[in-house]
């Protein structure tokens, strides 16, 4: 047949000119001419725009799909007159410009889709009472869409798609767009309305890690995956050396192979790119292209080639063998490709505490972080009769006179804000001590909530929250006779402060290089970069932890930008993991309790619980001897600081009087948020740092001042001393340009004083710190104990790889290798083969349901791409870091545990004892290895080590030492490096691990099913072999430990 050039089957490509002589098509074109069985006619431009369709040329199979510019009705027209074999159906074409019948035919045919909702309008700016816009959602037909979510154009060709941010995470869009330059999305911090100008899908944010999928079909069984950072995160885009975006290609599930499948039968389209959002073990398709091909990878042009002969043949020439030659045509002359822009990169095996071998490999990293510098937490709380306080409280619980109201939005705090206003009088109602009125101090705490209302120039609903809860009724009668009761009394509690300090974020920017070290770092982003790095990060839901958790990605990743994006993207709130002491609040009241006796008594050093050898088995250990003595220090220290600011609070409230009220300028979340350096102009106007003013740091003292010491009583309250250290510290790490006398002799009374309570709250003995520990990180040693389980799951499925079946896929080296190309049958449900996916590796539907990506190994261009690093950053506050430290160094004293060794080693648990604070991003991690030289039943081969880090350097503070001022200039502190807690060359092995912590954590079989419903088998389904290896593993344990 190549030899009769009569014989060969024509193939018109009537496309437009800049598609056809693309380098994907011609490489494709030019190996289909190759086979000899085809004659390739280019229509060109000037005959698809300027000839009659009569004078086309004529072929047996009609490669057409629309481009900017291409008459796709033409086309039809000349479909319809000539009949050729169409790969791609042109009518469905005219679907893909529309976006609402895209979804509308992928919902018809069943593949899951993003919640979405359509508004239609008839012209720009038509109000439409079906759609309402409120600060954090739109609603839709009642149908509500909260913040973030997307909005598209329905017009399929206008690529300007929005993403809205949520007030709590900063507000703000970001637009996406087709790249320019390195650039493909832009943030815009000011812009939260959406856009009236005409039609809009929105549709639910689908967080999906940072990662997009694009997939590329040729033909219904043919499916190449490729994953790229999303544009969704910073906007940047990764190129290679050549400038082409950087792409990896993935392998699919089972579920995504049959989408692809499914996709092509839907819109008739044979060769077609469609994109793919993963997100907690579910796909769905967001976008279909058309006619789409790869760029680069020369087995996919061999690939595609092999595919479309096919297609052509059983179309045209049913009757000729579409067998693939020993050795294709291209293939008999053609030089050795380079290696297409992909680098190969080497295994990247990461170094470690000890050596155990060439053959070790990192497998998984577990780090549980505490959140950056941050300013003091603070309280109010006031009785309120003020009739507009009452009306705003029933205007927002919808009008229930017995309900409590939580004002948290941008609008609900403007409101409060404005009523708030009228009610503080503008001159100035004075500073004077308790036993003043009651009037005076009411009128100064509805001063202080305006003060917090006004900080910053912008609302944040993570950083101030307000509750008011009705106290006090009367009876009053309705019009109409019925009676009801009218609130005349309310408490109102507004909760502040907290909030993530530029010098919080720099620390969680660069604590990345502590956390991990130099080189383990490099080879991370490195496996990041080439989807080998399964990545997640978690935070529990307050403000300031996901703040440190998005500026920590940031540095880890080498990301750009603004913080917001980078949240909603990578970080997921679990607030039942990371959140709460609820349910140890009964047993720390009871430590509390026992701490307040042993310091108020003589000789509390002898006090003894256990092993007299070790300094930190005694009750109350950590405590100063003269704790009684240093505690009247304290108390005037204390007021010496807060008369010193009463002072200036008093001299900013009369240039406030004295002058006309400046309006509130409209807020500006990001712009605060985002912000990595002090305000030098602040600073050097005498202003205290950050946004807080005069007035707000007085109060900030005297609450301090009032519940550290009850006058009358002459009682101390040793649970205030955390809260007077916490304020101490932060003044003179930020405010020392303000040149408080005694606040450096009240740091040091104060850390002393902390130091020693601090570590006592969450326990008074080892064993009821352990029982502390225990309750409250119960949930998240459950989750660590998972991601480990997974992981040596992980390694052990890819340990005997030859174990495991081939995937069928296009073998161009074998003449009985043949692709079966089936028309789609909506009603088979066969999982077809597809070239990026392998039975061995199926999505790993785990315990905690997360999203994986795998390279595929056929067509990565990168060495040892099976190789894989689990990474799990769990984001929280110092409760769970003490409780954690406190589980690992005390699990042995448990009496399931007797006779066993602590997971700490003794010198680690003496550094730990005299470790002063788990301060501002003190840590632990936990780094899981793989020794491939060992047996896999042999528990060595897998092993933990465990670091920790006690965070910010507060021996700065302490140091008047030029150099120190110097760096002390930007108020932040550097992160220690990571001490190990284990002798070096110890080894613990992860059933070692597992055992000691067992008995404190969570069962995975107790952890919430996940909210949607998705078929799972089982680990040992996929692969047979796998079971055997399990099986045969399980008998030699067993047998092993009867013989013992």
Not at 657 to 682: E, H
Not at 917 to 930: A, G, K, T
Not at 977 to 1002: H, I, N, S, W, Y
């Amino acid at each position: 047949m190549a030899g009769n050039a009569t014989k060969r089957i024509k193939v018109g490509v009537c496309v437009m000119e800049k598609k056809a002589t693309s380098s994907p098509m011609r490489k494709i074109l030019e190996r289909l001419e190759a086979f000899g069985e085809f004659e390739i006619i280019n229509f060109g431009d000037k005959v698809i725009l300027e000839d009659p369709v009569e004078s086309w040329p004529i072929c047996d199979c009609l490669v057409a799909f629309y481009s900017t510019g291409f008459p796709l009705k033409k086309a039809q027209t000349y479909a319809a007159l000539r009949k050729p074999f169409l790969v791609n159906e042109l009518e469905p074409q005219h679907l893909l410009h529309d976006r609402r019948k895209v979804y509308e035919r992928l919902e018809l045919f069943g593949i899951p889709v993003p919640k979405y909702a359509l508004v239609n309008r008839e012209y720009p700016y038509q109000e439409l009472y079906s759609f309402v816009e409120h600060e954090d959602y739109v609603e839709v037909h009642g149908k509500r869409f909260w913040k973030p979510f997307v909005e598209k154009p329905v017009d399929g060709d206008n690529h300007s798609i929005m993403i809205y941010y949520p007030s709590s995470a900063g507000g703000g869009m970001k637009v996406l767009f087709r790249k320019v330059g390195n650039r493909s999305s832009e943030f815009h911090p000011e812009v939260s309305r959406v856009r009236r100008e005409s039609s809009y899908i929105y549709e639910e944010f689908i967080p999906t890690g940072g990662t997009d999928v694009k997939v590329y079909t040729v033909g219904p069984d043919y499916a190449h995956a490729e994953a790229r950072k999303s544009p969704v995160v910073d906007g940047v885009v990764m190129r290679n050396p050549d400038g082409k975006e950087v792409r990896y290609p993935v392998l699919l599930t089972p579920a995504e192979k049959q989408m692809a499948w499914e996709v092509c039968g839907a819109f008739q389209q044979a060769v077609c790119g469609f994109d793919l959002l993963r997100c907690k073990g579910r796909s769905y398709v967001c976008d279909v292209n058309g006619w789409s091909f790869v760029v680069n990878p020369h087995r996919y042009y061999d690939d595609a080639a092999c595919l479309l002969r096919k297609i052509f043949l059983d179309a045209k020439a049913p009757h000729l063998s579409s067998t693939i030659p020993p050795i294709l045509p291209w293939k008999l002359n053609e030089p050795i490709q380079p290696s297409e822009g992909l680098a190969r990169l080497e295994s990247g095996i990461i170094g470690t505490f000890g050596t155990f071998g060439q053959s070790e490999e990192l497998r998984c990293v577990i780090a549980i972080i505490r959140h950056g510098d941050r300013t003091p937490k603070q309280k109010v709380k006031l009785k309120v009769t003020e009739e507009k306080l009452l009306n705003l409280m029933l205007k927002y619980n919808g009008g229930n006179t017995k309900s409590e109201t939580k004002l948290k939005s941008a609008v609900q705090l403007q409101d409060l804000l404005d009523a708030t206003r009228l009610l503080v009088p503008r001159a100035s109602s004075g500073y004077g001590s308790d036993s003043e009125a009651e009037g005076i101090e009411h009128a100064e705490k509805l001063q202080q909530v305006k003060a917090v209302l006004e900080e910053g120039g912008h609302f944040s609903g993570i950083y101030r929250k307000v509750q008011l809860k009705p106290l006090k009724w009367i009876k009053e009668t309705k019009s109409d006779g019925d009676e009801f009761e009218r609130p005349i009394e309310a408490l109102m509690v507004l909760k502040y402060g907290g909030v993530l300090t530029h010098a919080g974020r720099k620390q969680n920017f660069a604590a990345k290089c502590s956390s991990f070290s130099s080189g383990e770092g490099t080879g991370l982003l490195r496996l990041h970069s080439t989807y080998r790095h399964d990545l997640k990060i978690y935070s529990s839901d307050e403000g300031r932890v996901q703040m440190s958790a998005a500026a920590f990605a940031k540095g880890l990743l080498d990301l750009e930008g603004q913080l917001t994006p980078i949240l909603v993207s990578l970080v997921s709130k679990e607030s039942s993991m990371l959140d709460g002491l609820v349910d140890a609040r009964a047993e720390m009241k009871i430590a509390k309790s026992r701490l307040h006796d042993i310091i108020m008594s003589e000789g509390m050093s002898t006090m003894e619980n256990g092993n007299s050898g070790f300094p930190w088995m005694i009750d109350g250990a950590g405590l100063p001897a003269n704790f009684s003595q240093l505690l009247p220090t304290l108390v005037q220290l204390t007021k010496k600081i807060t008369a010193q600011v009463k002072l200036l609070a008093e001299s900013e409230d009369e240039n406030l009087a004295n002058s006309k009220y400046p309006a509130l300028a409209a807020y500006d979340q990001a712009k605060a948020l985002g912000k990595t350096t002090i305000d030098v102009a602040r600073i050097a106007s005498g202003l205290p740092c950050g946004s807080e003013c005069f007035l707000l740091m007085f109060a900030r003292w005297k609450k301090l001042q009032r519940e550290l010491y009850h006058e009358r009583k002459e009682r101390y309250d040793i649970t205030q001393i955390p809260d007077v250290y916490d304020s101490c510290k932060y003044d003179l790490l930020h405010n020392t340009h303000l040149n408080l006398d005694g606040l450096p002799e009240l740091f040091k009374v104060t850390q002393l004083l902390a130091d020693g309570v601090v570590h006592n709250e969450y326990g008074i003995n080892p064993k009821q710190k352990l029982k502390i520990g225990s309750m409250i990180a119960r949930r998240l040693l459950g989750k660590i104990l998972i991601d480990l389980r997974n992981t040596r799951e992980e390694a052990i499925n890819i340990y005997e790889p030859n174990d495991l079946p081939e995937t069928p896929s296009i073998n161009t080296n074998k003449e009985e290798s043949e692709v079966q190309v089936r028309t789609p049958n909506k009603n088979d449900k066969t999982r077809w083969p597809s070239s990026t996916c392998e039975n061995s590796q199926d999505d790993v539907d785990d315990d905690d349901k997360e999203t994986k990506y795998r390279l595929d190994p056929k067509y990565a261009n990168v060495k040892s791409p099976e190789r894989h690093v689990r990474t799990r950053l769990y984001f929280t506050s110092e409760s769970h870091i003490h409780s954690l430290v406190n589980v690992l160094r005390y699990c042995n004293l448990d009496e399931s545990l007797y006779g066993e060794d602590s997971l700490v080693s003794i010198s680690a648990l003496e550094k730990l004892f005299l470790t002063r604070e788990l301060d501002y991003m003190s840590n632990i991690v936990l780094r899981m290895f793989e020794n491939t030289e060992v047996p896999l039943e042999d528990p060595k081969r897998f092993r933990i080590e465990m670091s920790f880090s006690h965070g910010a350097n507060l021996e700065l503070l302490e140091n008047s030492d030029k150099e120190v001022s110097s760096l002390l200039q930007e108020h932040t502190l550097p992160i220690m490096a990571p001490e190990r807690l284990q002798e070096a060359g110890a080894c613990l092995t992860l059933d070692k691990f597992e055992k000691m912590v067992r008995p404190f954590a969570m069962p995975a079989e107790d952890f919430p099913p996940p909210s949607f419903q998705q078929t799972f088998t089982g680990y040992f389904s996929r692969s047979g072999a796998m079971f055997e290896r399990l099986v045969r593993l399980f008998y030699k344990n067993t047998t092993n430990a009867t013989k013992q």
